[in-house]
């Protein structure tokens, strides 16, 4: 069974850098896609970042390129998203997700595992 612990949320100014992290467990994760993705109150859930565990390949929504990186640890099973320069509408809960397939999607119905959310909150 494929357990993701989301960590690292918070709150944080305008400009400010918050990283949130994402503990894997339960499989081998070489044939999967790992993702972020977030959602705010009233909204649907949206893509945010994706990387293909076996190469590294990266994928990112246009509106936080150049701001925010997706990373992943092999040792350790984990998956970071570093966020730099937040805005207010970066605000959500940001939710890690895996998807066992080597296909980089970005429709959260293409994902099959999902942790609890971490609340990032981005003040003005």
């Known amino acids: 069974q494929v357990l993701l612990v989301e960590s690292g949320g918070g709150l944080v100014q305008a400009g400010g850098s918050l990283r949130v992290s994402c503990a894997a467990s339960g499989r081998t994760f070489s044939g999967y896609v790992m993702a972020w993705f977030r959602q705010a109150p009233g909204k649907e859930r949206e893509f945010v970042a994706a990387?293909?565990?076996?190469?590294?390949?990266?994928q990112y929504k246009d509106s936080v390129k150049g701001r925010f990186t997706i990373s992943r640890d092999n040792a350790k099973n984990m998956v970071f998203l570093q966020m730099n320069n937040l805005k207010p509408e970066d605000t959500a809960v940001y939710y890690c997700?895996?998807?066992?397939?080597?296909?980089?999607?970005?429709?959260?119905?293409?994902?099959?595992?999902w942790g609890q959310g971490t609340q990032v909150t981005v003040s003005s």
């Open positions: 990387i293909r565990w076996s190469d590294a390949f990266t």
């Open positions: 997700a895996a998807r066992n397939n080597i296909l980089v999607l970005t429709s959260h119905q293409s994902y099959n595992y």
